[in-house]
């Protein structure tokens, strides 16, 4: 599909993923709306693009603003949902899980009536269960629990899909389900205990702490992939024509100790570590097998690497919090 002046809807479009998204969708030619409460993305994501885009302005668990949001998108991509790090998950699963149940009955209401050209949606890895294989592919989801520490979110994302795929075989819609795994990178807002894992260790750092604590041992291994990379991903799946449901990430792992001794060498910082084992930290190795996604999108390439990617998020972070 080509997004040149297509009307191209990004619900969560003010959030880390979505600004990229509007940014990748800019420059493809596309049309872009943003609908976002705000309530996590800010204004401030979007400012280097405004005057080319429409912002929706809207929670989308109201009916109504759910309605407003999709009135004449022609291609979706809906990214809009609370998501936090395992610190505020641990205790608000069921919250979390009402919370993404309410914005998926809004989205497939108003679709069921006005079908579009392609939808878009964004599940997660946390889709997976935790004693799978190290690298996953895109199993069938439901042989076992969704992610344990994740556990309300998985649900909500592993029911948004199968309610998708639903609704994309009654009405022919095509669909595009997106599974990313650990997307990091600069236009995240901090919040605090609830932030999640990168943002957290990047202000630790910053901040001169002393020891720096790392939640768990410190051994468990990700794969990280910068958010620019992964709205290109999206973007791509759409415009070669992919449907069905499809990993977001790579193979290659790197533990969360490196990552958090990747961040001081790039700070220029030398603070002891130490790991608290009393926090959870969720499987041992999680890593994505990318085959479908190069097959399905040839484009897709890691442009930058995980020490470019945090480069720019400190010189971001600084910025940011040097403002008055
Ligand atoms: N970042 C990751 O590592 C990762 C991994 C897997 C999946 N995802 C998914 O990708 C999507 C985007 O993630 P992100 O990292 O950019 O998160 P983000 O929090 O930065 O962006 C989400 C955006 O949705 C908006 N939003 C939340 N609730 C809303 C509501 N009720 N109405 C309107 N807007 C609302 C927020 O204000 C924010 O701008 C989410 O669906 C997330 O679950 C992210």
Redesign the pocket.
Known sequence: MDLRNRTTLV????????SFLVDRLLAAGARVIV???????RRAHLAHCAGRIEIRE????EPA?MAAALADAEVIFH?????YGVGFSAGNHLAILE?NEK?TTNLISVLRARPVGHLLI?????VYRDDGPDTLDERPLFDGEPEKVNWGYGWA?RLMEQKCMLLARETGMPLTIVR?????GER??WLGNAS?AIPMQVKKVLDGDDPVVIWGSGSQRRNYLH?IDCADAMAGLVEAGFTGAVNIGTEDTVTVRELVETICRVAGRAPRLVLDTTKPEGRTIKSADSTLLRRAYPGFRRTITLEDGLRRMLGWHRAEFARP
């Open positions: 619900t969560g479009g003010a959030g880390l993923i979505g609908a976002d409460d705000f309530s996590k993305g809207g929670n989308l668990e603003a990214l809009a949902s609370r998501a919370h914005i964004t599940s997660s890895s946390c994302k990313p795994f650990n997307i990091y995240y807002a999640q958010a």
